[in-house]
């Protein structure tokens, strides 16, 4: 009798733990820990459910987060040759066979005018002809240009030209390959794969890398992936700009009963559910519940939309079930944003199973107390 009135006293027990069997250690919540409350008016978050009903009106709700960048420009042909600009040099050699001339001496043929500086303003300052106009001339229209004002002067004059680039003819290549360092521009059909391929390629062990293009105070961007798949944003590059190629810093935590519980950087531009589940190693198989897999995602108060455009709590909840053909499909079009948590919720059937392990053990260190007082 008191052995069956212990095993009593011990089932008793242990139905009184599997009541309150939420309150278990455990990998994981469970969705109804996390969705608690949801339904409330009051409540802190929404929810919305994946389905094919739904992935229509979620696709068209505001993107948030990403970098700070001003889209892409697409690629238009530049001339096939150097401009003059400001901040560039010109090397002039005077051809004189006139008797008398202004610029030679007795026997002179030729003068040589070194290093002569286009000013802020695109001019450069001659001796007997003043200043003479060449910015955003081709060398050679520079050279008619130059050797038309001394024609008015010295008819007989004939002028060869050297240009050297400078800051405005250049383009800088910051970071993210081998060899960074400002470029002259050898024409102005320069593209922004020419220069990466002149500065040694995309740096070995960047994931998704991204290119970005610092032009005019505003700050392009592009990944690599779709530059090197499109050509026409293979953009032209202007003198003065700036390209730097980094990885993406763009991630999602994932947590509960992912077999992974890590910081994922995105490995490419877009990534659906499907994806972050599979980056993250799968489901759990003894802990995981495929039907509560949540995305929660922050959404700045700006994104905040009443007519079903947008969401309409800040903290939104998107709920999942991939036990389902329309689940399924629905997850592999639901797209991961920067910082969102993707969380596995843990199933009950793993709670429930502790409980009774522990109710197990309990009875049967009842049973072998009794066989020792016995």
Known sequence: MPFNTGKLLLLTAGLSLLSACGDLPGGGPSAAQVLKGADEENASFAVEFV????????????????PAVAGWISRERGPASQLVEPGDTLDLAIWDNGESSLLTQSGQKVVDLKAIRVNSAGEVFLPYVDRVHIAKMTPDAARDAIQQEFADIIPTAQVQLSHTPGRQSSVDLVSGVA?????????RDMTVLALLALGGGISDGLKNPQVRLMRGGKLYGISAEKLLASPQFDTTLRGGDKVFVAEDDRYFLALGAAKTEAQIRFPQDNLNALDAASLAGGLNDARANPKGVLVLRDYDSRHLRADG?????ERTIFAIDLTTAD???????FRIEDRDLVLVTESSINKTDTVLGIIGQSLGLARRTTQIVE
């Not at 389905?51 to 987060?65: C, E, N, V």
């Not at 455009?309 to 709590?313: A, F, R």
């Not at 689940?327 to 079009?333: C, W, Y």
């Open 51 to 66: 389905t094919r009903d739904s992935l229509q009106r979620l696709k068209q709700w505001p993107r948030k987060g990403g």
């Open 179 to 187: 060899k960074p360092g400002n470029y002259p521009m050898p024409d």
């Open 309 to 313: 455009t947008g969401p309409t709590k």
């Open 327 to 333: 689940g399924l499909f629905s997850a592999g079009e």
